[in-house]
């Protein structure tokens, strides 16, 4: 059956619809442009609704890339389903513990340029001076210069 999925992504005000099918498997599931009924303002000059929704899958997708790269940069582990299995049930592992934290430091903002920011802001993980430069360069590597700036 053909499903419709109406997302809002978190990099963005847009609202977009796409639809799959959900006879074919998670891992072949092929998402198709259907319809955006909200455009917000950073996105509304994109000609076609179906260029906007590929602008905005582009800048959320780059967004989740670049918190994996920042994550690694930054020696944060990826929780375990074992952590995961532990924290539904209360009990937090450093790992788990961890990545949290930066969860919940890290920030993202995509300027009007729609060059995405990323910063650390408390959590005991604000960048100190020498990893700053260096989280820029471990993702300029990753994904290409002037895509995101570290800030
Ligand atoms: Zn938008």
Not at 75 to 97: F, K, L, R
């Amino acid at each position: 059956m053909i499903r419709t999925t109406r997302w809002s992504p978190d990099s963005c005000g847009c609202s977009m619809e796409y639809t799959w099918d959900d006879a074919v498997p998670d891992n072949a599931r092929i998402h198709t442009f259907k319809a955006a009924p909200v455009i917000c303002p950073a996105h509304q000059a994109i000609a076609t609704p179906l260029a906007c929704y590929n602008a905005v899958l582009g800048e959320n997708v780059l967004k989740n890339r670049v918190f994996d790269t920042a994550r690694a940069a930054l020696n944060v582990p990826i929780p375990t389903q074992a952590d995961w299995v532990s924290a539904s049930i209360g009990v937090i592992t450093p790992a788990m513990e961890s990545f949290r934290r930066f969860e919940r430091a890290v920030r993202f903002s995509y300027d009007a340029q729609r060059i995405l920011h990323v910063s650390l802001v408390g959590f005991g993980l604000d960048l100190t001076p020498p990893q700053k430069p260096a989280l820029q360069a471990a993702i300029d590597t990753a994904h290409g210069a002037g895509k995101a700036l570290v800030d």
